[in-house]
């Protein structure tokens, strides 16, 4: 698989459903495609204001990390930035 990640501002179109929606000033994104053909297996968008800076595939999931400010979610409930920017680590699936 290929996995591409980010930091998405506006609608970033990764060939899904639908586009990944992200805040004008960037907002934590993934995308995971098929090696072959890259289409299309799945694309979030996590918001805050952040960057993902470092990406590994793990079966059908992603190990995400890098910094955010604000609020950002992974799907398990919001976390909250403590400072300007604060760094995360996540596992995220489909």
């Given at each position: 698989a290929i996995v591409v990640a980010g930091s998405c501002a506006g609608e970033t179109?990764?060939?899904?459903?639908?586009?990944?929606?992200?805040?004008?000033?960037?907002?934590?994104?993934?995308a995971k495609l098929?090696?072959?053909d890259g289409a299309h297996l799945w694309?979030?968008?996590y918001g805050?204001?952040?960057?993902?800076?470092?990406?590994?595939?793990?079966g059908p999931g992603v190990?995400?990390?890098?910094?955010?400010?604000?609020?950002i979610d992974f799907g398990?409930?919001?976390?909250d930035s403590a400072g300007v920017d604060d760094a995360f680590l996540a596992f995220v699936l489909p």
């Open positions: 179109d990764f060939g899904g459903p639908s586009p990944v929606t992200g805040s004008n000033s960037g907002s934590a994104c993934a098929a090696a072959g694309s979030r968008g805050g204001s952040s960057a993902i800076l470092t990406v590994a595939s793990s190990v995400l990390a890098g910094r955010f400010a604000d609020t398990h409930g919001a976390l």
